[in-house]
């Protein structure tokens, strides 16, 4: 993956955040306001922590954020436990045994890219399928889903699905995402159990 040292990546660093990805995050939040205080977030792709530190800022000292990724992560704030494993293989009872159930699922999971537009699509939709999944299962009546995908010909079957279980679907390119990346984000709000 090739550093890119722009404005959202120094401003990151000013502000204190591991990774110019938060600012993804922080303007799907500025216009839709799905995180609030006293909220429990499950977090998927957590490395490395800008997404963690920013919920755990909004959600304050009476919310919980749950991280999971691969990748180790230190420093985390007071009200964010982590757990170190593989999306694919963990259970929505592991989950579950941490935090019953959650407001809102977020997901920034990539797949390492090959280069070859397909695959790297269907590696994404796979991710994206996979943070749907533990949605569907984790979250509360109303709860909300935000999760990067990698756009492609299986795209609008994905949106299709996220529709069947969330009264509010939205394509959101964020301004911080480069104009060359394939990326989007994908926005759900209302869940219906």
């Known amino acids: 993956m090739k550093k ?11 502000e204190g955040f591991p990774a110019r990805s938060v600012y993804k995050l922080k303007e799907a939040q500025e216009r839709y306001g799905f995180l609030s205080q006293g909220q429990r977030v499950l977090e998927l792709g957590a490395y490395p922590g800008s997404w963690t530190k920013y919920s755990a800022q909004l959600v304050g000292g009476k919310g919980r954020v749950v991280a999971v990724d691969l990748e180790a992560m230190g420093n985390l704030p007071g009200n964010v436990s982590f757990l170190r494993a593989d999306i694919f293989e963990v259970d929505p009872l592991t989950l579950k045994g941490i935090l019953s159930a959650f407001d809102v699922v977020l997901s920034d999971m990539a797949p390492k890219t090959s280069g070859v537009k397909e695959a790297d699509h269907l590696r994404s939709i796979a991710l994206a399928e996979r943070a749907f999944y533990l949605a569907v299962e984790l979250l509360n009546a109303g709860g909300s889903f935000f999760c990067k995908i990698f756009q492609g010909r299986d795209f609008p079957g994905f949106i299709k699905r996220c529709k069947i279980h969330f009264r509010f679907v939205k394509v959101v390119k964020p301004k911080s995402s480069r104009s060359e990346s394939v990326e989007a984000f994908v926005l759900c709000t209302g869940f219906r159990q």
């Open 4 to 14: 890119i040292q722009d404005f959202y990546f120094k401003k990151a660093k000013k």
